[in-house]
């Protein structure tokens, strides 16, 4: 299988094996590791990684390992998949490199309007483990809980240039 992707300078870098974080509404935080050459997501049983979320389909999507670098190619999915805010397949290609600090998001309802039973999925450089982690209490604000680079008081922020 071919897989095309478009690169930009800042995308070019080193790639090194990812994790996924994901977080579900109601459900603790998961660390994923893709350590498989090829890893199905969606709601179907048969999938590498499981999701409860309405927002992702039965075969959401695929994440390829190949030549030292990982790629999410979006399936057939009814609601889609953003990366950093933009939506996968706008520019008519289903696949994109994925690199350290992008944040996919599975949300029927557009990037203004989270929908209330989205997936956020943070990739990450592969660290230790599960163990890295820790589990915090989280106030929202209106019922909304906001992860990106300068998100505000009470809310995830991350300071990594490529969080939008």
Same mark, same amino acid.
């Given at each position: 299988?071919?897989?095309?992707?478009?690169?930009?300078?800042?995308?070019?870098?080193?790639? $090194?094996?990812?994790?996924?974080?994901?977080?579900?509404? &109601?459900? !603790?935080?998961?660390?994923?590791?893709?350590?498989?050459?090829?890893?199905?997501?969606? =709601?179907? &049983?048969?999938?590498?990684?499981?999701? !409860? !979320?309405?927002?992702?389909?039965?075969?959401?999507?695929?994440?390829? $390992?190949?030549?030292?670098?990982?790629?999410?190619?979006?399936?057939?999915?009814?609601?889609?998949?953003?990366?950093?805010?933009? =939506?996968? &397949?706008?520019?008519? +290609?289903?696949?994109?490199?994925?690199?350290?600090?992008?944040?996919?998001?599975?949300?029927?309802?557009?990037?203004?309007?989270?929908?209330? +039973?989205?997936?956020?999925?943070?990739?990450?450089?592969?660290?230790?483990?599960?163990?890295?982690?820790?589990?915090?209490?989280?106030? $929202?604000?209106? +019922?909304?809980?906001?992860?990106?680079? +300068?998100?505000?008081? &009470?809310?995830?922020?991350?300071?990594?240039?490529?969080? !939008?």
């Amino acid at each position: 299988m071919e897989i095309k992707t478009e690169l930009s300078p800042a995308r070019t870098g080193q790639a $090194t094996r990812l994790q996924l974080i994901i977080l579900e509404q &109601g459900k !603790s935080l998961r660390v994923v590791p893709l350590d498989k050459p090829r890893m199905t997501m969606g =709601r179907e &049983g048969g999938c590498d990684i499981l999701l !409860s !979320s309405l927002a992702a389909s039965r075969a959401h999507g695929t994440f390829i $390992t190949a030549n030292g670098a990982t790629y999410y190619m979006e399936g057939n999915s009814k609601n889609g998949t953003e990366r950093n805010g933009v =939506r996968i &397949g706008a520019n008519g +290609n289903p696949c994109v490199l994925l690199c350290d600090g992008d944040v996919l998001r599975i949300n029927g309802d557009g990037p203004n309007q989270p929908h209330w +039973n989205g997936v956020t999925i943070v990739c990450s450089e592969k660290s230790g483990g599960e163990d890295d982690w820790k589990t915090y209490p989280l106030a $929202t604000v209106q +019922n909304r809980l906001l992860l990106g680079r +300068n998100a505000g008081p &009470g809310h995830i922020s991350i300071p990594k240039v490529t969080v !939008s």
